[in-house]
Protein backbone atom coordinates (compact mmCIF):
# COMPACT_ATOMS: atom_id res chain seq x y z
CA UNK A 1 0.00 0.00 0.00
CA UNK A 2 0.67 3.65 -0.41
CA UNK A 3 0.02 6.45 1.30
CA UNK A 4 -0.01 10.29 -0.26
CA UNK A 5 1.89 12.83 1.15
CA UNK A 6 0.82 16.58 1.38
CA UNK A 7 4.32 17.53 2.11
CA UNK A 8 6.11 17.91 -1.55
CA UNK A 9 3.66 15.16 -2.67
CA UNK A 10 5.64 12.42 -1.67
CA UNK A 11 4.62 8.82 -1.09
CA UNK A 12 5.57 6.66 1.67
CA UNK A 13 5.15 2.70 0.98
CA UNK A 14 3.81 0.68 3.82
CA UNK A 15 4.47 -3.11 3.96
CA UNK A 16 1.15 -4.67 5.79
CA UNK A 17 0.78 -8.00 7.47
CA UNK A 18 -2.94 -8.70 9.62
CA UNK A 19 -3.14 -10.93 12.19
CA UNK A 20 -3.89 -14.62 11.27
CA UNK A 21 -6.89 -15.07 13.79
CA UNK A 22 -7.34 -14.82 17.12
CA UNK A 23 -7.99 -11.59 19.71
CA UNK A 24 -7.32 -8.11 17.90
CA UNK A 25 -4.95 -6.44 19.61
CA UNK A 26 -3.44 -3.15 19.72
CA UNK A 27 -2.17 -2.59 15.79
CA UNK A 28 2.27 -2.11 15.38
CA UNK A 29 4.18 0.29 13.38
CA UNK A 30 7.64 -0.31 12.72
CA UNK A 31 10.52 2.38 11.68
CA UNK A 32 13.75 1.00 10.53
CA UNK A 33 16.61 2.71 11.02
CA UNK A 34 18.79 5.11 8.35
CA UNK A 35 19.93 3.47 5.17
CA UNK A 36 17.78 0.26 5.65
CA UNK A 37 13.93 -0.17 4.62
CA UNK A 38 10.56 -1.95 5.93
CA UNK A 39 12.29 -5.19 4.58
CA UNK A 40 14.26 -4.84 7.65
CA UNK A 41 11.39 -6.03 9.38
CA UNK A 42 10.22 -9.01 7.44
CA UNK A 43 13.84 -10.90 6.69
CA UNK A 44 13.22 -14.32 4.96
CA UNK A 45 14.00 -16.97 8.38
CA UNK A 46 13.51 -14.18 10.80
CA UNK A 47 10.39 -12.02 10.14
CA UNK A 48 9.57 -9.62 13.01
CA UNK A 49 6.56 -9.02 10.89
CA UNK A 50 5.28 -12.74 10.47
CA UNK A 51 5.78 -13.08 14.23
CA UNK A 52 4.28 -10.57 15.14
CA UNK A 53 0.66 -10.74 12.88
CA UNK A 54 1.09 -14.74 13.81
CA UNK A 55 0.63 -13.90 17.65
CA UNK A 56 -2.53 -12.00 16.78
CA UNK A 57 -1.23 -8.28 16.07
CA UNK A 58 -1.71 -6.34 12.37
CA UNK A 59 1.70 -4.78 11.80
CA UNK A 60 2.80 -1.95 9.42
CA UNK A 61 6.29 -1.40 8.54
CA UNK A 62 7.01 1.69 6.12
CA UNK A 63 10.22 2.40 4.10
CA UNK A 64 10.94 6.27 5.18
CA UNK A 65 11.37 8.64 2.62
CA UNK A 66 13.89 8.03 0.30
CA UNK A 67 14.28 4.43 1.40
CA UNK A 68 12.62 1.09 -0.10
CA UNK A 69 9.64 1.97 -2.49
CA UNK A 70 8.63 5.33 -0.96
CA UNK A 71 9.77 8.67 -3.35
CA UNK A 72 12.98 9.33 -3.62
CA UNK A 73 14.77 13.25 -4.10
CA UNK A 74 14.28 14.51 -7.63
CA UNK A 75 17.49 15.68 -8.94
CA UNK A 76 19.47 17.37 -8.69
CA UNK A 77 18.22 16.98 -4.82
CA UNK A 78 19.70 13.94 -3.02
CA UNK A 79 19.54 12.14 0.38
CA UNK A 80 21.01 15.10 2.26
CA UNK A 81 18.01 16.88 1.42
CA UNK A 82 15.68 14.84 3.30
CA UNK A 83 15.35 16.35 6.51
CA UNK A 84 14.44 14.42 9.75
CA UNK A 85 11.32 16.53 10.35
CA UNK A 86 10.27 15.86 6.83
CA UNK A 87 10.64 11.91 7.82
CA UNK A 88 8.92 12.61 10.85
CA UNK A 89 5.71 14.54 8.82
CA UNK A 90 5.97 11.09 7.00
CA UNK A 91 6.02 8.38 10.11
CA UNK A 92 2.75 10.83 11.54
CA UNK A 93 0.90 10.56 8.27
CA UNK A 94 1.40 6.38 8.65
CA UNK A 95 0.69 6.54 12.58
CA UNK A 96 -2.95 8.14 11.25
CA UNK A 97 -3.50 5.99 8.94
CA UNK A 98 -3.01 2.99 11.07
CA UNK A 99 -5.21 4.50 14.00
CA UNK A 100 -8.05 5.33 11.20
CA UNK A 101 -7.83 1.96 9.00
CA UNK A 102 -10.84 0.19 8.86
CA UNK A 103 -9.28 -3.06 9.84
CA UNK A 104 -8.58 -1.57 13.29
CA UNK A 105 -11.08 -2.51 14.92
CA UNK A 106 -9.35 -1.76 18.42
CA UNK A 107 -9.81 2.03 16.95
CA UNK A 108 -6.46 2.59 18.96
CA UNK A 109 -3.72 4.22 17.47
CA UNK A 110 -0.42 1.72 17.14
CA UNK A 111 1.88 0.72 19.50
CA UNK A 112 5.45 2.54 17.77
CA UNK A 113 8.58 0.14 17.22
CA UNK A 114 11.67 1.83 16.03
CA UNK A 115 15.17 1.05 15.74
CA UNK A 116 18.42 3.43 15.51
CA UNK A 117 17.20 6.41 13.53
CA UNK A 118 13.49 4.81 13.37
CA UNK A 119 13.51 4.91 17.21
CA UNK A 120 14.32 8.73 17.54
CA UNK A 121 11.89 9.63 15.11
CA UNK A 122 9.40 7.74 17.21
CA UNK A 123 10.59 9.77 20.08
CA UNK A 124 9.85 12.85 18.58
CA UNK A 125 6.67 11.30 17.18
CA UNK A 126 5.33 10.45 20.87
CA UNK A 127 6.09 13.94 21.60
CA UNK A 128 4.35 15.79 19.33
CA UNK A 129 1.68 13.66 19.01
CA UNK A 130 1.11 11.52 21.72
CA UNK A 131 -2.47 11.20 19.80
CA UNK A 132 -0.98 9.00 17.28
CA UNK A 133 0.91 6.80 19.32
CA UNK A 134 -0.37 3.55 22.38
CA UNK A 135 3.35 2.83 23.38
CA UNK A 136 6.91 3.12 21.91
CA UNK A 137 10.02 1.00 22.06
CA UNK A 138 13.19 2.18 21.38
CA UNK A 139 15.83 -0.16 19.72
CA UNK A 140 19.53 1.02 19.71
CA UNK A 141 18.85 4.36 20.79
CA UNK A 142 21.41 5.75 23.98
CA UNK A 143 20.25 3.78 26.90
CA UNK A 144 20.42 7.39 28.70
CA UNK A 145 18.02 9.16 26.60
CA UNK A 146 18.10 11.81 23.71
CA UNK A 147 20.44 14.43 24.74
CA UNK A 148 19.64 17.18 22.01
CA UNK A 149 21.66 20.59 22.20
CA UNK A 150 20.10 23.71 23.51
CA UNK A 151 18.92 25.04 20.04
CA UNK A 152 17.52 21.94 18.87
CA UNK A 153 15.46 21.62 22.12
CA UNK A 154 13.98 24.90 21.36
CA UNK A 155 12.87 23.09 17.78
CA UNK A 156 11.70 20.44 19.69
CA UNK A 157 9.43 22.72 22.21
CA UNK A 158 7.78 24.69 19.25
CA UNK A 159 7.13 21.06 17.12
CA UNK A 160 5.10 19.91 20.38
CA UNK A 161 3.52 23.64 20.55
CA UNK A 162 2.48 23.02 17.39
CA UNK A 163 1.16 19.23 17.20
CA UNK A 164 -1.04 20.66 20.46
Given at each position: MTIERTIGGVSIHVS?????????KVPILLVHSLWNNSQSWDSPGRSVMN?????????????????????RP????????IHLLDRV??????????KNDTKNTTHRPPVVLGYSQGGALTGVLAASRPDLVSGVGLFSVPANGFNLPLKYQILAGELVEEGE
Amino acid sequence: MTIERTIGGVSIHVSEKVRSGGTKKVPILLVHSLWNNSQSWDSPGRSVMNYLATNGYDVYALDMRGMGKSDRPVPPADYNSIHLLDRVKDLEAVASYVKNDTKNTTHRPPVVLGYSQGGALTGVLAASRPDLVSGVGLFSVPANGFNLPLKYQILAGELVEEGE
